[in-house]
């Protein structure tokens, strides 16, 4: 729920609770490692529209230029728990260019194929 608050993500309790009993196959009150790669292989398995990539795109363009900084981008994944080193953004976006100062649009779409 801590993800969801820090991208400003609106949702019910009631079907957060359904999705977590879905994905909470053992009934054990946690999700184990297991129980999420399962359901992230099922998810990762689908596209994303370009509406819902639009959005994506929009949340980590903090400053609204249409271009996403690797500061932008750290601060997001920051916001979500998850930390990232200078090296690893950079590989990251290494995989759809060759210069790592950014992403436009395009090239985040093309990153999240």
Known sequence: MKILDALGIKYEKDNFDKIFEKMDKDSSGTIE?????????????????EQQLKLCFKRFDLNGDG???????????????????????????????????????????????
């Open 33 to 49: 490692w297991e129980e999420y790669l399962e359901i992230m292989s099922k998810e990762f398995n689908k596209k994303f529209t």
């Open 67 to 113: 271009f996403l900084t690797l500061n932008e981008i750290r601060t997001v994944l920051e916001k979500i728990g998850k930390q990232m080193t200078q090296k690893q953004l950079e590989d990251m976006i290494k995989t759809v260019k060759k210069d790592v100062n950014g992403l436009t649009f395009e090239e985040f779409q093309k990153l999240m194929e």
